[in-house]
């Protein structure tokens, strides 16, 4: 096992294993199991096991584990992107992944999440992932029913010692999120040096914690590289955020986020960096891009992202679950899992290497050769901690002391990010 130094102020609270197991076979088979209260139907994927493991092939044959998504699982997003970081698990172990997607309010009103627990469990799960934000009430209460399964809650802080919402009671619930602050700053060097306009837009899902911090994150990135690679005025920059109210469109309850795309350059952004789960900005760039217009996107979460409109799209920053899941599922089959709060970095030697890396850049094709290698220079800032943009002088967005002169953030600071930053339009709450 390998652990991974912080980039600059973000701690990482645990180790990430280094896995290089052999590819699996590709006679997977996909089946359909009964639903849980709701009427919706899970999958459920068995994957054929890999050449090289650590375990035996009876422990590796009985593994089962759950994955609850809050999107649709071919969002070409973060649903998507977690549903193939399960996939790698299952193909690794030779273990079978039951799924159940769209696990929100909108689409399945009458169906929880301990509902949806309650039955991967009946079907023989012996560990769950709940994946997304708002399935903290209802994975906390499956975690509390079921004591003796241990459950994954990505994106939560629950199992945090020295966080605000520390559950020292719910010994069998960990977490797991990406260190995406440093991605989303790479997007916003990316937009800053594309930018012929200097407004960059941003289409950020809901408000809260996370969201914030990602916000900020893209800003700094955008205003480091404005000033410092392309020597502008920083006066001259032009951020703005708008929030659609949910991860993704849900007609009538949330703002239609091609609408707000389209608002955006109309309004003279010539750069759209998507915070939202699904993959529109993207979309609706290449869509005008093909009418003659001369604009650029940044889409999300998922490696494929860029492929929905490549001749506009900067790069993507993405989430590289497989290993930390893959990790995660060997501990409960070893007996040694313990309930952490790991906040996955980069792998600062190579970032895009899927077995060791949980956060990753790729350049799209509309990133020009010399913005690519000034991107790269910035990468390898960050990477190496010379640059650290979570630093002060920095206030918040009502003028407030954020970080005073040469102070660094604290994981806590960045974690709980309750303003946006000054120089950013858009509400903070």
Not at 123 to 128: M, T
Request: glycine share 10%.
């Amino acid at each position: 096992m390998k652990t991974r130094r912080p980039l600059g102020l973000l701690v990482l609270i645990s180790a990430l294993a280094l896995v290089a197991a052999a590819c699996g076979s590709s006679d997977d088979t996909t089946t359909t199991t009964a639903a849980p209260a709701g009427g919706a139907d899970t999958t459920t994927t068995t994957a054929a096991p890999a050449e090289e493991t650590t375990t035996t092939a009876e422990e590796m044959e009985d593994f089962t584990f759950g994955m609850i998504l809050v999107g649709p699982e071919n969002d070409r997003g973060w649903s998507q992107a977690h549903r193939e970081g399960g996939e790698y698990l299952a193909e690794q172990l030779g273990a079978t992944m039951i799924v159940l997607d769209k696990v929100n309010p909108a689409d399945r009103p009458e169906t929880t999440v301990e509902q949806v627990v309650d039955d991967m469990i009946a079907q023989g799960a012996q560990l769950i992932f709940a994946t997304s934000d708002d399935m903290k009430d209802g994975i906390e209460a499956a975690a509390a029913a079921h004591p003796d399964v241990p459950m994954i809650w990505s994106s939560g802080d629950s199992a945090w010692a020295d966080g605000q919402a520390y559950r020292a009671d719910l010994a069998n619930l960990g977490n797991i999120m990406g260190q995406m602050e440093f991605g989303k700053h790479i997007a916003g060097c990316a937009a800053a040096l594309s930018s012929e306009t200097g407004s960059i837009a941003y289409l950020g899902p809901l408000i809260n914690d996370e969201t914030r911090r990602l916000v900020n994150s893209v800003y700094l990135g955008a205003q480091y590289c404005w000033e410092n690679v392309m020597g502008n005025d920083p006066a001259d920059l032009d951020f703005e955020v708008t929030w659609i109210g949910f991860w993704f469109n849900i007609p009538g309850v949330t703002l239609d986020p091609t609408e707000v795309t389209n608002a955006f350059y109309d309004g003279g952004a010539d750069v759209v960096i998507s915070g939202i789960d699904t993959t529109e900005a993207i979309v609706r760039a290449g869509q005008r891009a093909g009418a003659g217009e001369t604009v650029w996107a940044v889409p999300y979460d998922f490696e494929g992202a860029c492929n929905e409109a490549p001749e506009v799209c900067l790069g993507v920053p993405y989430f590289n679950w497989g290993p930390s899941y893959l990790e995660t599922a060997q501990s409960v089959i070893d007996g040694t899992f313990s309930a952490e709060w790991r906040w996955l970095g980069p792998d600062p030697s190579d970032i895009n290497n899927a077995e060791t890396s949980m956060i990753g850049w790729l350049d799209g094709d509309g990133l020009s050769a010399d913005n690519a290698t000034a991107l790269a220079t910035f990468i390898a800032g960050l990477a190496d901690e010379s640059i650290d943009l979570f630093a002060g002088p920095l206030n918040n967005q009502d003028g407030t002391p954020y970080l005073a002169d040469g102070e660094k953030a604290t994981a806590q600071q960045v974690w709980y990010t309750k303003q946006l930053l000054e120089g950013i339009k858009g509400p903070s709450a």
